[in-house]
């Protein structure tokens, strides 16, 4: 007991160091955790505009459904240029939310979801329009590659 007593102030201060560490390692850990949920509260955001903007605009949200003429060759909507670059932002819009959510929220809920929006669009995606633009050089290169392989798959067709 003696020696403890002629050390109290090392072992004090060995025990005060270790809490500091300890500290410092939970801030770290919640920072991380906060800009996790930061990240994924954005993506979900960013998914809930693409939805929104889908329903304001229901002839760019599917073009399978033939709600409209899209011509990519002369890259107009139902004859219109400016339907057709609103068009382009749209499916700008949903790549990067796309791009952003497989990133922070990879799931296979997500993958799927994700998969479903963009084969709406492959025919723009695939056009040469799209393929010569430039456009994909924003996105990493995981995520062209996803984005290749969702577009390689061939479409389901429902009876």
Known sequence: MVWFWDNAVTIGTVVMA???IAALIYAHLQ???N???ERRGNANELWRETLRFAFE???LSDPTLKLADFNYDS???DGSPEMFQKYELYVDTILNASEEILEVLPSKEWDAAVRIQLKQHRDYL???HFLNSGYLEQYTPKFRAFLHDALSEKPKRYA
Do not use: G
């Open 18 to 20: 270790a809490a500091a």
């Open 35 to 37: 800009r996790r949920a």
């Open 31 to 33: 920072i991380s955790e």
């Open 75 to 77: 890259m107009t909507i």
């Open 126 to 128: 695939q056009s040469p």
């Open 57 to 59: 605009n229901p002839k």
